[in-house]
């Protein structure tokens, strides 16, 4: 028992104070939400060329980047020679709008997150599920860590529960893989109504770096509507939180 | 040809120095083999014309030296899996890849449902049962109720007692080795970085080895010093999370409080290195793509003291207490004859105490220079499992801060990749936190992957967790898995 509290006086008070205090500090080479440049871009289209996912389109000289199909791999940033696009440290990349994912020139404006229905009914308290559906583990274990006491997600009044009849909605990740499909929607209907989806990562929200294979669907949208948007690969777990807390505007 | 042909770990061979046997030849081989101390890393069929190739990749360690050797079949061949229980699940792999039917094998059924585009037979199988009086049978998944991947358990149960316990999975389907065939392309490292997210360095470490010896480069000192620190890092995150984690499951809060938050720490510390937690963008064929340089490497070794330090407290409280002990000692033993028999890798193997470890059984790059010795402990049950994550966290620790004080200069990359040889096979076993990761690619006559096999260590294990699960409670089963916490996206690809 005196060792239990020594080591506990060791450990200390280690909950974040970030909404209320600074925000947690993001890593070298850390690639947040892209920044476009439009005047410097010539339109060579080499940045589209290296996306292994497809996220980039240049038409009339203008980029266009969909931070819902980015995996965040930086390569189109290396690849410009004009420096059009830089990936930025700004985690709050999260969006209810699938269209406000697109960043284009000129446009660096932390998309719109919050539902007024959705605060009204579960700005208090909001109890999820979570499904992974062919997720890799790093998108659940970046989930899983809000529940830490580092983050302390209870604290907001939000709750992963084990059962989708005590949720309010559910939180998805992975691409939805075919196999998981009949699962997820079981799920889904077992979610008592009015109910919320939240898909996180980029396989949530577009299939990512499986949007179009034959083994998987291309996100979330395909199968039950979506609430709320968290792109990333796997999202940084302040980019989740962010997205959470945005929803609900606490 | 007489004899296997042999290789390195990392290394490659054209496909006209394997022996093509006759499928009796390459079963008595096989079976030879393993009574010598062979292990089979890799077991798979890869097309040959109209034709499948049965090529087997088995690890010697007593010689650090992987041998391949192959034989054409066509409809069946008779199965192994009868007399070499540890090809069970290769062979149902076989017949799921490519329909060729091991003859005799005990319970051939789907290993990931490949085909279930009717999502209504997903998971159908015939599952085993027991019949007789007040016996039941518990149905778990494929979504559970923690924050976890999804996969099917089947519990045969009288009483608390559970007799058989069957896991079928694929759920996680997500055809990344198909994917990587006609590759290497944009995308292929990026299906390997995800193909098990928790294990990006691991993986992507050995898909990194595999293009590089098929372009004949090697990534510069430098990086493979970093690649080293990165998997370390990996280890020890996923020990201190999974070492949390058990805690949790006996309700053991302290520690499971702690390790929690010190998991973070250490993902954050690899986040240093690439910006990225689990590693992402780190490892690239032909080195690494980030450099550290002195002032980041001193914050590295500062901030893994600090964590290490309270993970040595919170961890050390679990070895001090009774109730912890109770819990974790003769709870899913599994006996080492048990071990060798059905190939375990990993954590789960030293815990049976067998010496099984890539780093000191087949090393390569920074683990030739500096050697971290295999942790073991001799009784198998999740007591064994725990205390070998332990050891290997204090070691993993040294390792990364002997390795941080003394980088070698020079690049970091070895410049660009030329093109892969074609017509050669190459074989990578890297030592993963969970254990052997293993990939094997095949070049077609262009250069191009005709066949990448990837081997997750949670292939070899789940048949592992299923036993160590007889005769014990059915309340025992979160501890039990959590003692092994395998991969179902890695099993399932």
């Not at chain 2, 190739?53 to 899996?81: C, E, F, H, N």
Request: charged share 20%; proline share 6%.
């Amino acid at each position: 028992m005196l060792k239990v509290s020594k080591v506990r006086l060791q450990q200390g008070y280690r909950t974040m104070k970030w909404p209320d205090g600074p925000a947690p500090e993001m890593p070298p080479h850390f690639t947040g939400r892209p920044v476009i440049s439009g005047d410097c871009c010539n339109g060579c289209g080499d940045c589209a060329k290296v996306c292994p996912t497809g996220a980039i389109a240049v038409a009339d000289g203008k980029i266009s980047l969909d931070t819902g199909l980015c995996i965040f791999c930086g390569k189109c940033e290396k690849a410009c020679s004009k420096d059009a696009i830089k990936f930025g440290n700004d985690f709050r990349l999260a969006s209810a709008k699938r269209e406000d994912l697109v960043v284009q020139p000129g446009n660096d404006m932390t998309p719109n997150a919050y539902s007024e229905a959705i605060h009204k009914l579960f700005g208090r308290s909001l109890k999820l599920r979570q499904v992974s559906a062919g997720g890799c583990n790093a998108c659940e274990a970046d989930t899983n860590v809000l529940g830490t006491l580092a983050w302390d997600l209870g604290r907001f009044g939000i709750q992963f529960v084990a059962s989708p009849r005590h949720a309010d909605g559910i939180l998805v990740t992975g691409p939805v893989s075919k196999n998981m499909e009949l699962a997820l929607k079981k799920t889904y209907e077992a979610v008592p109504a009015p109910k919320i989806v939240i898909a996180v990562g980029a396989c949530a929200v577009s299939g990512g770096i499986y949007c179009g294979q034959k083994e998987t669907h291309k996100g979330v949208p395909e199968i039950i509507p979506v609430d709320l948007f968290v792109p990333g690969c796997p999202p940084h777990p302040a980019t989740i939180l962010d997205g959470l807390l945005r929803l609900l505007r606490k | 040809m007489s004899g296997p042909a042999v290789i390195r770990n990392g290394g490659k061979l054209p496909l006209s120095q394997i022996p093509v046997l006759t499928v009796s030849d390459f079963r008595r081989d096989i079976l030879d083999s393993v009574s010598k101390g062979a292990r089979i890393s890799a077991l798979f069929g890869s097309p040959t014309g109209e034709n499948i190739r049965l090529i087997a990749v088995l690890a010697w360690r007593d010689t650090g030296s992987i041998s391949v050797l192959s034989a054409p079949v066509q409809k069946s061949y008779p199965a192994l899996t009868p007399d070499c229980p540890q090809a069970h699940l290769f062979e149902r792999e076989i017949f799921e890849q490519w329909h060729v039917m091991p003859e005799g094998h005990p319970w051939l059924k789907p290993v990931r449902f490949p085909d279930s585009e009717k999502t209504s037979d997903m998971g159908v199988t015939n599952f085993f049962q027991i019949e007789g009086e007040e016996i039941h049978e518990v149905a778990v998944g494929p979504v559970h109720a923690g924050i976890i991947e999804p996969g099917h358990f089947r519990f045969q149960c009288h009483g608390e007692t559970v007799h058989h316990l069957e896991i079928s999975l694929g759920y996680q389907h997500r055809g990344v080795e198909r994917s990587l065939v006609n590759g290497p392309n944009s995308k292929s490292l990026h299906f390997i970085e995800t193909l098990a997210g928790d294990t990006t360095v691991g993986h992507a470490t050995a898909f990194s080895r595999i293009v590089e010896s098929l372009a004949g480069i090697r990534a510069p000192a430098r990086a493979q010093v970093i690649r080293g620190i990165a998997l370390e890092l990996e280890r020890m995150a996923n020990h201190i999370g999974d070492l949390g984690a058990l805690a949790g499951d006996i309700g053991y809060l302290p520690t499971m409080s702690y390790c929690g938050r010190i998991r973070g720490d250490l993902l954050n510390l690899t986040a240093m290195l690439c910006g990225n937690r689990f590693g992402r963008r780190l490892v690239v064929p032909g080195g690494v793509g980030y450099d550290i340089d002195s002032e980041n490497a001193d914050k590295i070794a500062a901030r893994l003291k600090s964590a290490f330090r309270d993970a040595e407290s919170a961890i050390g409280l679990l070895w001090e207490t009774p109730s912890v002990l109770a819990r974790f000692e003769n709870t899913g033993a599994l006996s080492r004859e048990t071990a060798v028999k059905i190939g375990l890798v990993g954590v789960a193997a030293r815990a049976c105490g067998l010496q099984r470890d890539v780093r000191s059984d087949f090393p390569y790059g920074i683990f030739l220079l500096s050697h971290i010795p295999a942790a073991t402990w001799e009784s198998g049950d999740v007591f064994a499992r725990a205390f070998v994550r332990w050891q290997e966290l204090q070691r993993s620790y040294k390792f990364i801060l002997e390795q941080l004080a003394a980088l070698p200069d020079g690049a970091v990359r070895a410049g660009e990749n030329p093109p892969i040889a074609s017509g050669h096979l190459a074989v990578a076993l890297v030592e993963g936190w969970r254990g052997e990761i293993c990939h094997v690619a095949i070049t077609n006559n262009e250069g191009r992957f005709l066949t990448c096999k990837v081997v997750d260590p949670s292939f070899h294990n789940w048949f592992g967790l299923a036993l160590a699960l007889r005769g014990q409670q059915i309340s025992d089963f979160p501890l039990c898995n959590k003692s092994f916490n395998l991969s179902y996206c890695g099993h399932d690809l």
